[in-house]
Nanobody
């Protein structure tokens, strides 16, 4: 089983930026996908961005230009950078790991963007 611990959330002013981090531990597969999803109040959880072990990224179309994702395989850590934040970015951000063994989720970190 993979454990995921997110950090970096909090209150941010509109127009600002943030960086979220997620450290993975446990039975990590050598080939896996790390990523971020978010869930706004009253809405479904949706993908923000993912990155494979070899660095291939996928970013939600509406967020391209404001979001970047990266990972440090040596540290089993994935990062999400978001800029030009708007109140609609307010959500709980969940770290995600997918591998042949299954899918794991972090507990989430709250990001609140104030106008």
């Amino acid at each position: 089983q993979v454990q995921l611990v997110e950090s970096g959330g909090g209150l941010v002013q509109a127009g600002g930026s943030l960086r979220l981090s997620c450290v993975a531990s446990g039975s990590m597969s050598s080939i896996n996908i790390l990523g971020w999803y978010r869930q706004a109040p009253g809405k479904q959880r949706v993908m923000v961005a993912t990155i494979t072990t070899n660095g291939y990224t996928s970013i939600e179309e509406s967020l391209k230009g404001r979001v970047s994702i990266s990972r440090d395989n040596a540290k089993n850590t994935v990062y999400l950078r978001m800029s030009s934040l708007v109140p609609e970015d307010t959500a709980v951000y969940y770290c995600y790991n997918a591998a042949a063994r299954g899918i794991s989720w972090g507990q989430g970190t709250q990001v609140t963007v104030s106008s």
